[in-house]
């Protein structure tokens, strides 16, 4: 019997070993997971803190019996490995009953990110959280349910932080505006929390479009979150405990700080492996997600992936994409070699009544990097038919190739429900298959006045974007 070794249960992870087993019984599944919880859903901890999701358990896709009993899947939660020995097959787990030993004949290294630091005093003290975990999003659920008055947000069982957080309800300061900087302002000024927003750069959300920053930088301060743009953090201040936010022109006192300025992939392991990393920092595959260590896998937010504009590689740590290439490497080991493919940089964020969705490339330093030659139009569009009494305007962000008139990528925002995500796909299938403004202009969208109108507005961007090539 031939065994495949897991390191690390989540997406990529029990992806992988659920349909290794599926598709071989007879294969022996061992999945090594250093903390509790496995297979659920991180991207869901700002929507649990806000009080949206009611319960930790309700982001856990599968629960470790489940996994034990209905897959047949060997889950060793509590267990770190602290060595890969590929020359003999082995990996070296500690866990709470000592020491353990596994040899395996096919292994995936699935150790997803951790949560960048920035090199900024006071990050150790007390109220600075990161959103990395399970474990934090308990903690900060803590927080908020503390800190309301009215009794509308159940409260989870007390934690390690309690002490602290029962004396908080002051301000709070946020450091980074990505995707967990703008969905944790949601999160916690609709719990009516004075916010504030703390971006190093002119604007938030540097990988979307300009005109999406400004509407959702806009729209955060219609909910009053205090956006502070071009603001280097130079120190958190105060003794043991946070106090301030300290930037090179202002000094803003806050109870709590969340960092959210980015993550990098966890890659200790397979570095003191002998396992090669690419020029993203990640570890490197082929399209097979196999390393340079035979019969050795790597997939999720700790292995680079190649992009399907430039087919160069990428670091691009998003769900979907850990989900589909654990999948493919299941399929391999198990006996059908599968790509799993490459991205496009999707991605999709909701700001309270706003949402967008961007995909492709759109920053036109990084086309001409990847030799294009980009030109962009943005124009508005009604999202319903002109008549119909309600809807509202999505802005559509659209970037081709002068020469080959190949659209590059796209980006859209709208109210939330008025569609700009959903429009996206049609743009991630043009990026995807290297269609042309043209022929983009000529997709047989879907038509409704309840749901669009009759040239959808990523055709009339197309439109408009062809007349300038």
Same mark, same amino acid.
């Given at each position: ?17 659920? %349909?290794? !087993?599926?598709?071989?019984?007879? =294969? ?82 699935? $150790? ?15 109220? +600075?959280?990161? =959103?990395?975990? /399970?474990?934090?999003? !308990? ?44 969905? /944790?302002?949601?999160? =916690? ?16 959300? %540097? @990988? ?33 405990? +946070?106090?301030? $936010? ?9 109870? /709590? ?10 890659? %200790? ?36 992936? !190649? ?16 989900? &589909? ?40 330093? %990084? ?7 980009? +030109? ?25 190739? &002068? ?9 859209? +925002? ?12 049609? =743009?991630?299938?043009?990026? @995807?298959?290297?269609?042309? $403004? ?32």
């Amino acid at each position: 019997m031939s065994t495949f070794v897991v390191v690390g249960g989540d997406a990529a992870g029990m992806s992988a070993a659920s %349909k290794a !087993k599926r598709d071989d019984p007879d =294969l022996d599944v061992i999945v090594f997971e250093q903390g509790s919880w496995v297979s659920y859903g991180a991207c869901g901890l700002p929507y649990y803190i806000k009080g949206e999701i009611r319960s930790l358990d309700d982001l856990v896709s599968v629960t470790p019996e489940e996994f034990r009993k209905e897959r047949d899947i060997d889950l060793r939660t509590g267990h770190e490995v602290v060595d890969i020995n590929p020359d003999e097959r082995v990996v070296t787990a500690h866990g709470t009953t000592g020491e353990v030993v596994q040899k395996y004949d096919d292994l995936l290294i699935a $150790v997803g990110a951790e949560a960048i630091l920035p090199s900024i005093d006071g990050i150790d003290h007390e109220g +600075v959280y990161t =959103l990395d975990s /399970m474990t934090d999003g !308990k903690e900060l659920r803590e927080y908020v349910a503390r800190a309301r008055s009215d009794g509308n947000l159940q409260q989870p069982d007390r934690g390690p932080a309690c002490q602290y957080l029962e004396t908080c309800n002051g301000p709070i300061g946020i450091v980074g505006g990505g995707y967990i900087g703008i969905e /944790m302002a949601e999160a =916690l000024a609709a719990n009516d929390f004075e916010v504030h927003l703390f971006q190093r750069s002119d604007r938030i959300l %540097k @990988t979307f479009s300009e005109a999406t920053s400004e509407i959702i930088a806009e729209h955060l301060a219609e909910q009053d979150v205090a956006v502070h743009l071009n603001s280097d953090v130079k120190a958190l201040a105060g003794d043991d405990r +946070v106090e301030a $936010v300290v930037t090179s022109d202002t000094h803003v006192p806050v109870e /709590m700080v969340l960092l959210g300025t980015g993550v990098r992939p966890r890659t %200790k392991l397979a570095e003191d492996a002998g396992i090669k990393l690419g020029e993203t920092g990640a570890i490197a595959t082929d399209s097979y997600r196999e390393t340079n260590q035979p019969n050795v896998y790597a997939a999720g937010d700790c292995a680079e992936v !190649k992009h399907v504009i430039t087919n160069k590689a990428v670091y691009v740590p998003l769900a979907l994409t850990a989900n &589909r290439h654990g999948r493919a490497v299941g399929q391999t080991v198990a006996g059908t070699p599968t790509e799993g493919g490459g991205v496009a940089g999707t991605a999709a964020i909701k700001a309270f009544d706003v949402e967008a969705a961007r995909t492709g490339i759109i920053d036109h330093r %990084k086309a001409s990097d990847a030799g294009f030659d980009p +030109v962009t139009e943005t124009i508005d569009a009604k999202s319903r038919a002109g008549y119909y009494p309600e809807g509202g305007t999505v802005r559509v962000t659209l970037t081709a190739d &002068r020469e080959s008139e190949r659209i590059l990528g796209g980006c859209l +925002v709208s109210e939330y429900g008025e569609g700009a995500v959903h429009r996206s796909h049609a =743009l991630v299938a043009a990026v @995807t298959e290297r269609v042309t $403004v043209d022929e983009l202009s000529n997709y047989d969208l879907a038509y409704a006045p309840p749901f669009n109108t009759t040239w959808d507005p990523v055709l009339t961007a197309a439109k408009v974007l062809g007349g300038h090539l």
